[in-house]
Nanobody, 123 residues
Framework: EVQLVASGGGLVQAGGSLRLSCAASGFTFDDYAIGWFRQAPGKEHEEVSC????????FYADSVKGRFTISSDNAKNTVYLQMNSLKPEDTAVYYC????????????????WGQGTQVTVSS
């Protein structure tokens, strides 16, 4: 059974930090790219970041560049999203998803979706 389990969300003040984790199982982790998406109430879902677990290449949305860092621990089949200098507009449910490539995640429905974790940033 394929699982993508996101965790690490919470409530934080503006300027604070959180680290999200996405633990994957049920598929060959090294063959996939893992991305983070978010959706705030009343807004479209947005791809935040992606990492290719095979070569470490990364993608960041302009809205998070310089503040968020994505990384992968292939031994643990886990991808992390370190979020620093958080802003109230970062408030959303964050999801992780997997596809063959980051390009695929950006333009096609992902092969696999995980459940979300709520991030709330207070002003």
């Amino acid at each position: 059974e394929v699982q993508l389990v996101a965790s690490g969300g919470g409530l934080v003040q503006a300027g604070g930090s959180l680290r999200l984790s996405c633990a994957a199982s049920g598929f060959t982790f090294d063959d996939y790219a893992i991305g983070w998406f978010r959706q705030a109430p009343g807004k479209e879902h947005e791809e935040v970041s992606c990492i290719s677990t095979s070569d470490g290449s990364t993608f960041y949305a302009d809205s998070v560049k310089g503040r968020f860092t994505i990384s992968s621990d292939n031994a643990k089949n886990t991808v992390y999203l370190q979020m620093n200098s958080l802003k109230p507009e970062d408030t959303a449910v964050y999801y992780c998803a997997a596809d063959v490539t980051c390009y695929g995640l950006k333009y096609n429905p992902p092969h696999y979706w995980g459940q979300g974790t709520q991030v709330t940033v207070s002003s």
